[in-house]
């Protein structure tokens, strides 16, 4: 991380931007340490208690309305966190389809990896029969230069798959394995699943540049590569996935990441779980859905003065204003 940090304070590194919220963490990591020296007398104080933060807030996702592509398009501001809608996924996902790594954005949408996982997924940890990919290596960035490194979370995961999922990889490794016809000895072995077309790793940065012009290409509205984490986070919980499911299947730490980060963002899950607590109560055919009207009153002329219509007796005796 203090790699990351120094590399993307160089403008010419390549290095993408921190967030507020890794800034954040690196601060929190350097605390702790300055702390443990303060303690130990090796200096006369932290200094890192005295630095200046954002709130590091971490964004949440919105889905891409029509509403907010017209605003879009007049202003050309867009959201921090935006995530397709289930058609506009589709639309992607079918001008993708004939790419040649259209396996790796259809895993991304579906399946939730992150960048660095889909880059670095070899293929002795892809089990077709089973139906699953265990996530236990990452690609990760340091400027432009990237190393392999263990996943997010600290420990592998596996990730299931569905059947379109299945099918999709067993092309892509037909696929793969023409190529590697093609090329002959110069062929580079990787074991990867996603390559370049001589087989060699595939840079991340490259991977979210290719994503960027095909979905340019779509017509859609522009989102991160990273969002498609979210959208896969979300198309699951739509399906009617548990939060713990999805919590695992993204590599999560704790479920309240996944609640407060994608819970609430297709509108279709929220109004799903408001149709079934409705159904969970039984009506009978003959009830009238409107309020009842007032009763006890008869109807009028509006006069305020003297005493009111069929006067009930007060619950107070003594003590209470004239009337009550």
């Not at 120094?6 to 921190?18: D, E, I, K, M």
């Not at 299931?160 to 037909?174: E, G, I, M, N, T």
């Amino acid at each position: 991380m203090f790699t990351r940090l120094l590399a993307a304070r160089q403008p010419s590194s390549g290095a993408r931007r921190l967030t507020d919220a890794s800034v954040r963490r690196v601060h929190a990591t350097l605390m702790s340490a300055l702390n443990t020296a303060a303690k130990r007398r090796l200096i006369p104080f932290n200094p890192a208690s005295f630095v200046e933060l954002a709130s590091g807030k971490r964004p949440k996702a919105v889905l891409w309305t029509d509403e907010r592509i017209a605003e879009w398009r007049r202003t050309g501001k867009r959201p921090k966190v935006a995530v397709w809608t289930p058609e506009q996924t589709g639309a992607f996902l079918d001008h993708a389809s004939a790419d040649r790594l259209y396996a790796l954005y259809h895993l991304l949408t579906f399946r939730g990896l992150r960048r660095g996982e889909a880059v670095g997924l070899p293929w002795s940890e892809v089990d077709f029969a089973g139906g699953n990919v265990v996530v236990s290596v990452q690609i990760i960035q340091l400027g432009y230069r990237t190393e392999s490194g263990p996943p997010k979370s600290g420990s592998s995961r596996p990730v299931a798959l569905d059947v379109d999922s299945v099918a999709v990889l067993r092309a892509h490794k037909a696929r793969q394995a023409a190529e590697r016809l093609a090329w002959g000895p110069a062929w580079v072995e990787s074991g990867l699943v996603f390559t370049r077309e001589d087989g060699s790793a595939l840079h991340p940065e490259y991977v979210t540049r290719h994503f960027e012009r095909l979905a340019r290409a779509a017509g859609l509205p522009p989102i991160r590569l990273h969002d498609l984490r979210h959208g896969a986070a979300t198309l699951a919980l739509a399906g009617g996935a548990d939060l713990k499911t999805v919590s695992e299947m993204l590599g999560h730490s704790t479920i309240t990441i996944t609640a407060d980060t994608y819970a609430t963002v297709l509108s279709e899950v929220a109004r799903r779980a408001a149709e079934g607590a409705a159904r969970l109560v039984p009506r009978g055919q003959t009830a009238d859905p409107r309020p009842p009207g007032p009763t006890s009153v008869p109807p009028g002329p509006e006069d305020d003065s003297g005493p009111p219509p069929m006067r009930t007796k007060g619950q107070v005796s003594g003590g209470a204003p004239r009337g009550t």
